[in-house]
């Protein structure tokens, strides 16, 4: 049975017995590109590139949080070569000492985010940060990835410092990771009516950050002020980073809203050491 010529539905002039096997529209030979079963449209071609540099940006390497990670442990080496998480050691490489950070060391809220009591907090941490940290990286992008991580971390060290004692020696990277946490349920729970994954997503989020909320209860020695801090920030953060409007503006927004929260925490700290 003979095939019914009909015309390209690019080249309206030409001729053809041939579809795209994929999207079944008639194409003429200058519209035909070779597939592994019959030829395909230009449009149908163009789609599966972008396909492809969808999934490649899916798989791109999870650079800030691979860096993260490198420096958490590297700090973590440093410490073990100067005698351990000792208490003298930690204060040394630059954990919270609230007199010391009221003396105008503020950088330690900082440093203290890269340093850990103990090779179980470290390994809690980085195994966190692995698996939300690459995929909220993957998400929001590298340059704002690191910018939650830091404002976030920066705003648990502050709460830490405003409400823990004044002879509490406070390390960790909790504060940022529960500012990712808090980043990621805000990212999901904004499409929850949108998507089947985002609302897995938040019951995945919720019952880890009620695991660790009730441990940091029962456990001694956690600095839950510096998690609370963190994951507030985060939520807030998380908010924020998607900015508003377009172009300019929203990366505006997003800069203004992050510098934003990062200068709340730096009030509290000023607040508590002028108090």
Do not use: K
Request: net charge positive; aromatic share 6%; hydrophobic share 50%.
């Amino acid at each position: 049975m003979a095939t019914i010529a009909q015309t390209c539905y690019r080249h309206p002039e030409e001729e053809t017995r041939v579809r795209c096997t994929r999207c079944d529209r008639p194409i003429c030979p200058e519209c035909m590109t070779p597939a592994p079963v019959g030829h395909h449209c230009p449009t149908c071609v163009a789609e599966g590139r972008r396909a492809v540099r969808r999934r490649r940006r899916l798989r791109a390497p999870r650079s800030v949080t691979n860096v993260l990670i490198a420096a958490n442990v590297a700090m973590f080496v440093v410490e073990l070569a100067l005698g351990g998480a000792t208490i003298g050691v930690l204060v040394q490489l630059g954990a919270i000492f609230p007199q010391r950070v009221a003396e105008g060391e503020y950088w330690r809220l900082l440093t203290s985010m890269f340093l850990h009591v103990g090779y179980v907090h470290l390994a809690l941490n980085m195994v966190t940060l692995y698996i939300f940290g690459g995929v909220l990286e993957r998400v929001v992008g590298s340059l704002r990835f690191a910018a939650l991580y830091l404002v976030t971390g920066f705003v648990g060290s502050a709460v830490s410092f405003t409400f823990g004692g004044p002879l509490r020696i406070a390390a960790g990277a909790s504060g940022a990771i529960f500012g990712l946490l808090g980043a990621w349920l805000a990212y999901n729970w904004r499409r929850r009516r949108l998507s089947a994954a985002a609302q897995g997503n938040l019951q995945v989020v919720l019952i880890l950050l009620g695991a660790n909320l009730v441990l940091g209860v029962v456990m001694p020695g956690i600095d839950n002020a510096a998690h609370l801090g963190g994951l507030a920030a985060g939520i807030v953060a998380g908010l924020v980073a998607e900015g508003w409007g377009r172009g300019r503006v929203r990366a505006a927004s997003i800069a203004v809203g992050l510098t934003a929260l990062a200068a709340a925490g730096a009030l509290m700290v000023a607040i508590r050491i002028a108090g």
